[in-house]
Nanobody, 115 residues
Framework: QVQLVESGGGLVQPGGSLRLSCAAS????????MGWYRQAPGKQRELVAT???????NYADSVKGRFTISRDNAKKTVYLQMDSLKPEDTAIYYC?????????WGQGTQVTVSS
């Protein structure tokens, strides 16, 4: 089992920045893939970015060049640096990790981009 605790969401003006964190605990040695997803009101949950244990990254086209995913394997933590935020980035952001072919989700953190 893997437990995930997210932090860092909040309200920010358009053009601003936020940094999300997701700390894993439990059976973390088996974690391979870490990532962020988001779900806006009335929309399906979508991939934002992922990072493998060898730090290979993948981004949704909508966030390329604005968001940066990283991980600290010693701290069992994945980060999402979000810059140049837009109103359409408003959503609940969920951390997701894959360990031994099982997926684990965080509880979600709200990000609101509004003036």
């Amino acid at each position: 089992q893997v437990q995930l605790v997210e932090s860092g969401g909040g309200l920010v003006q358009p053009g601003g920045s936020l940094r999300l964190s997701c700390a894993a605990s439990g059976n973390t040695r088996s974690i391979y893939l870490m990532g962020w997803y988001r779900q806006a009101p009335g929309k399906q949950r979508e991939l934002v970015a992922t990072i493998t244990s060898s730090s290979r990254t993948n981004y949704a086209d909508s966030v390329k060049g604005r968001f940066t995913i990283s991980r600290d394997n010693a701290k069992k933590t994945v980060y999402l640096q979000m810059d140049s935020l837009k109103p359409e980035d408003t959503a609940i952001y969920y951390c997701r990790v894959t360990a031994l072919s099982l997926a684990y989700w965080g509880q979600g953190t709200q990000v609101t981009v509004s003036s």
